[in-house]
């Protein structure tokens, strides 16, 4: 089992940043990637990027690439999502998940664990 708590939401203007932190807690030794998701009001969850966990690389979906960066703190067992030049289209419950299988994926079954979400709101 692996536990993720996130933090780190909040309400931030347009054009603003944010750095959201996701700790696991557990068997954090069987955390293969690590990705992020978010839920608008009354829209399905969405993907927004993922890492691996151990080689650093990274995948972005198309609505956050070159705004949003995620990285890891081994060390710390934590990852994080850096979001920068914030639109009102970014609000939503921000989700991070870990997933113990090779290989990465944007689909939200690959995922084993997730954790409790985080609010973003960003203001117009």
């Known amino acids: 089992q692996v536990q993720l708590v996130e933090s780190g939401g909040g309400l931030v203007q347009a054009g603003g940043s944010l750095r959201l932190s996701c700790v696991a807690s557990?068997?954090?030794?069987?955390?293969?990637?690590m990705s992020w998701f978010r839920q608008a009001p009354g829209k399905e969850r969405e993907f927004v990027g993922y890492?691996?966990?151990?080689?650093?690389?990274?995948y972005y979906a198309d609505s956050v690439r070159g705004r949003f960066t995620i990285s890891t703190d081994n060390a710390k067992n934590t990852g994080y999502l850096q979001m920068n030049s914030l639109k009102s289209e970014d609000t939503a419950v921000y989700y991070c998940?870990?997933?113990?299988?090779?290989?990465?994926?944007?689909?939200?079954?690959?995922?084993?664990?997730w954790g409790q979400g985080t609010q973003v709101t960003v203001s117009s």
């Open positions: 890492i691996n966990w151990s080689a650093g690389s990274t």
């Open positions: 998940a870990s997933a113990s299988g090779r290989g990465m994926s944007a689909s939200e079954t690959f995922y084993d664990f």
């Open positions: 557990g068997r954090t030794f069987s955390i293969y990637t």
